[in-house]
């Protein structure tokens, strides 16, 4: 019985503060009835709801949501569901506002007579009152819509530690002798909303150059295209555009369909695309992409993709959905960020109780309690591993390599064994036929036109090198029949009325079909295909390859890097030796079939070890699904690979160490976030709650805990952003 179709939606959510009001999202989600699935970005504050459409539909979410204490709308219609909600735009002049009025306070609480003491105070009281609540408004709010909802998150702890010292503060300004500590904290009240505003701020700002990748991706796509209709130009909305149609592309301009150029000839930049820095040459019959800029030349071009289906949407979707995803690592901070903040309100009530007991202040046992509230930071612990992600998937995108996420890059980030296929791979993948040689009665030009006509429509290199040799000496064919790719081995068709069979000798051996004696022996660097008609040999081809340029470093650069690199490949012996001394492999398995490869792989993991698979073939799937980490290699229009854990968009070997170099300074990255958040909060909240202060004297006000809460969040944050400066080493690490 066939599931039910499902349906995927993304919602922006706003009121999201920290990993907890995150947590609370996700489960108001999960628990509504149809819902496959559902994840929670808090960096881009939005939901990816995957659902039944038979049992639920959109409004729900929102309706969920809401209920949960926040709020979403529905995306309009034909949004990319990368839309952002505007942060907050008066929290910097709120947090200057509240900052400098409680520096005012301080100095005034500081310098004031005895006789002002009641005017200054009340003074401070009405002040305070007006700034904090106008400053305050949406974090007294969200935890409002909290404690109906029955959830805590960060502003709970915040609006209850301001909320004590305030009305403590009050009732000592309006009731003087009543208590016998006089001291009051409007100061501490200002400046920990002040602090708090100040890190949102500055927290927003960072999240947003974190998606500084994808909105640069989203911009990539023009509005308008400039339509050609019976030699007349005109400029229309890009959605009127379909396929079919012809479009100019001015110097200068991108171009707004995937396309083929039907006249002209021009350079484009796809370097935001697939990281290839160089202009590439395009003229008559070459592909260009949606987004690419055409850099000197006005062409016309036929479209064929549009919309959602151009490359650069579906690289803007891989890209959102690896952002969203979760990392193994964040499995830590969620089950923490679950309990953190009633583990905090229960600390901060044993707090209040041990001071009281030993000190019998009201005014310091609050002072104290306060500290405890505002210092602790889920927001930190929440946005840890997130945050690193979130860079790292962009910055990926702009060096050609789209991680699928989270769990892909830390298994990539985690091997110590390299396998690289050699066609395509290392080598160019566009061999070069040498040599035809004949075994029977046909000539060259004959067993070339059948040979072609066979491997036409196969995507082999050995396949291309006939068809090129074939279209050069200017031979045409009737097409074959009946053909059957054999991955890893050849191809089988019926061709003028006879049974063709081109492969390796592998197959031949398979089919029981001999070969002749005396043939010679394979020159090294040199592929050899044999073909059989009617189940006679009846001729051989040889085909070389050559290394890409940048295979030598590459191989140098994951071999420094501690990776053991093996080479994996179904052609012979000779040829595949000849490629890995070239490019500095020692260790070299040949003659591999897909099943031998995946075999291969399987083996080195039984062995213990964690081992990533490059490719850029069918052949190489089995291998690429069954790796720790598939890196599969192909180019922009080769986007529906799904066996890889990561898509190389450049068939350049030093993409590959570049992938495995990001993933690990992001898993490093990580790391740090998490250990500073839990060494924060671990250290933090001993000391505000006055741990120190038996040994030391040593007291945390409740204003510069609020300080060093918003400074936590902020430094995660700011350690995550350099990895937008990261570039792959020149040195040969990774």
């Known amino acids: 019985m066939n599931e039910p179709a499902t349906e995927s939606i993304t919602l922006p959510v706003v009121g999201m503060s920290c990993a907890a009001c995150q947590h609370h999202v996700e489960e108001a989600l999960r628990s509504t009835t149809g819902v496959d699935t559902a994840r929670v970005d808090l960096m881009a504050h939005r939901a990816h709801v995957v659902f039944h459409p038979a049992l639920v539909q959109p409004e729900s979410f929102v309706t969920a949501i809401r209920g949960a204490g926040y709020d979403a709308v529905l995306p309009r219609a034909g949004a990319s569901g990368m839309e952002q909600p505007t942060p907050q735009s008066g929290s910097m002049r709120k947090a200057s506002v509240a900052i400098a009025s409680g520096i005012l306070a301080m100095l005034l609480s500081m310098r004031m007579d005895a006789g002002q003491e009641a005017i200054v105070r009340w003074l401070l009281l009405v002040v305070t009152a007006i700034v904090a609540t106008w400053a305050g408004r949406g974090i007294y709010l969200s935890a409002w819509r909290g404690l109906r909802h029955g959830a805590t998150n960060m502003n709970t702890l915040v609006a209850l530690g301001t909320g004590v010292a305030f009305l403590y503060s009050a009732f000592v300004t309006a009731l003087p002798g009543s208590v016998s500590t006089q001291m009051v904290y409007y100061d501490a009240v200002l400046l920990i909303l002040g602090f708090l505003l100040l890190g949102k701020a500055l927290e927003e700002r960072a999240k947003h150059r974190a998606l500084a990748a994808l909105d640069a991706l989203s911009r990539m796509k023009p509005v308008t295209a400039r339509r050609i209709v019976n030699g007349v130009e005109t400029i229309v909305p890009l959605a009127e555009i379909g396929p079919g149609d012809r479009v100019l592309v001015l110097p200068g301009e991108r171009f707004p369909v995937d396309a083929v150029i039907a006249s002209g000839r021009t350079t ?396 690990r300074r992001t898993l490093r990255t990580m790391r740090q976030n998490l250990a500073w958040a839990a060494g924060y909060n671990l250290i933090g909240i001993p000391i505000a709650a006055g741990v120190l202060y038996p040994a030391f004297h040593i007291l945390l006000s409740p204003w510069a805990a609020a300080a060093a809460m918003a400074f936590s969040s902020v430094s995660v944050l700011a350690n995550s952003l350099r990895l937008r400066g990261w570039r792959p080493s020149g040195n040969g690490s990774v």
């Open 268 to 663: 484009v930049d796809e370097s935001m695309l697939t990281g290839e820095s160089t202009p590439l040459e395009r003229g008559v019959g070459g592909h260009v992409l949606a987004g690419s800029l055409n850099y000197d030349g006005a062409v016309e071009c036929v479209a064929e993709s549009l919309g959602e289906e151009t490359v650069l949407a579906r690289i803007t979707r891989m890209v959102e959905q690896a952002q969203s995803s979760r990392a193994p690592m964040e499995r830590l901070a969620d089950r923490t960020s679950a309990i953190f903040v009633p583990v905090v309100l229960v600390l901060s009530v044993i707090t209040f109780a041990v001071w009281m007991v030993a000190t019998h202040s009201l005014g310091q046992s609050l002072a104290s309690t306060v500290a405890v509230l505002v210092i602790a930071c889920p927001c930190a612990m929440g946005l840890a591993v997130p945050a690193a992600l979130t860079v790292a998937v962009g910055r990926g995108a702009q060096l050609g390599v789209l991680f699928k996420g989270g769990e892909a890059l830390e298994r990539l980030a985690n091997v110590n064994v390299i396998a690289l296929d050699k066609t395509g791979t290392l080598t160019v993948g566009r061999p070069v036929l040498e040599t035809v040689w004949p075994l029977g009665p046909f000539d060259e030009q004959t067993l070339l036109r059948i040979a072609a006509a066979a491997e036409e429509r196969s995507n082999h290199p050995l396949a291309h090198a006939i068809v090129d040799r074939a279209h050069a000496l200017g031979l045409t064919w009737q097409p074959a029949e009946e053909v059957q790719i054999l991955p890893g081995r050849g191809l089988t068709a019926r061709v003028e009325g006879r049974d063709c069979m081109l492969g390796n000798a592998a197959l031949f051996a398979e089919m029981a079909l001999p070969l002749p004696a005396g043939v010679p022996a394979t020159e090294a660097g040199v592929t050899r295909l044999w073909m059989a008609l009617d189940g006679v040999a009846v001729a051989y081809f040889d085909a070389r390859d050559s290394l890409r340029p940048s295979a030598v470093a590459a191989v140098t650069q994951l071999r420094q890097a501690g990776l053991r690199v093996l080479m994996l490949t179904g052609d012979s012996a000779a040829a595949a030796q000849s490629i890995a001394e070239q490019a500095g492999i020692t260790e070299v398995e040949s003659s591999l079939d897909p099943a031998g490869k995946l075999a291969r792989v399987r083996s080195l993991q039984q062995d213990g070890l964690r081992v990533a698979m490059a490719g850029d073939g069918i052949n190489d799937a089995g291998a690429l699904a069954a790796a720790d980490a598939g890196l599969a290699i192909g180019s922009g229009a080769d986007l529906a690979q799904e066996a890889g854990d990561v898509l190389l968009l450049r068939p350049d070997p030093a993409v590959i160490s570049a992938a495995i170099g990001l993933a």
